[in-house]
């Protein structure tokens, strides 16, 4: 169970999964859960699905947008004050607007990089002065295959999930001295919504024959790898990328 010892008290650690009612978020929040984090999974805007989450599960959910910093200032400062200061971030909380490049709007580039990538910046800077103050902390972002290798119809998301390997490796070096990790699990396609809103002819045949494995992933495939990423014993790991994509691309 992941503890911490606060004066004279054993008190559980706070995670906060972004995304973390849905897909592979809801995946990684159980498995904190269960690993023994008291955990805050935020959602955007599926009502239903994450009031059935809670019921579910009994995790705390918060609604708000990840791209606003804003929005992020007062959903941060609501789970500090319900559950107390944030020690492991987990930065899910991902959208797809797939088209080729030269059809692309402005909204579907500005979309994607607004959740997907601007999170980071947002929740990581809210959490990381608190984290560097108590000396200890883990930042864990999820990037994608599609951000190491690239994707066609998705020069938005490549761009955002490879950005978050570079902040990462930038956050990692400027906090390892302060007992806090950042990494990324980087996912090949795993069977969520996300990966099944793509034609089934494209998975079919451009996509499946690539993964060496021969299926798709599981969420909590995923979440395994951030719950060891989130532990004390992966101390000695920072700055590093956690390929688990059934051999597609070996990086
Ligand atoms: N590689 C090479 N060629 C491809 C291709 C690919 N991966 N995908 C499509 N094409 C080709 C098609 O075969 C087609 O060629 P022809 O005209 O010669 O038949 C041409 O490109 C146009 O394809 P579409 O008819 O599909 O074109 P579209 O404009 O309707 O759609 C698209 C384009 C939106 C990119 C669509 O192909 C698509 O959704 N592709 C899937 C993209 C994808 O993999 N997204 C991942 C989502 S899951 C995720 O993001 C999670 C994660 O992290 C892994």
Redesign the pocket.
Known sequence: MEIQVVGSKLMARIAVVTGGTRGIGAAISVALKDAGYNVAASYGGNDEAANKFKGETGIAVYKWDVGDFEACQAGVAQIEADLGPIDVLVNNA?I?R???LH?MSVENWAAVISTNLNSLFNMTRLVIEGMRERGFGRIISIS????QKG????SN?AAA?SGAIGFTKAVAQENAAKGITANVVS????G?E??R???E???N???LPLIPVGRLGEPEEIARCVTFLASEDAGFITGSTLSANGGQYMA
């Open positions: 991902g797809t797939d088209g080729t059809r994608s295959v599609n951000g994707q066609f119809g998705q998301y999930k996912p090949g396609y795993i969520t996300m990966v809103a793509v034609p002819d494209v998975l045949a451009k996509i």
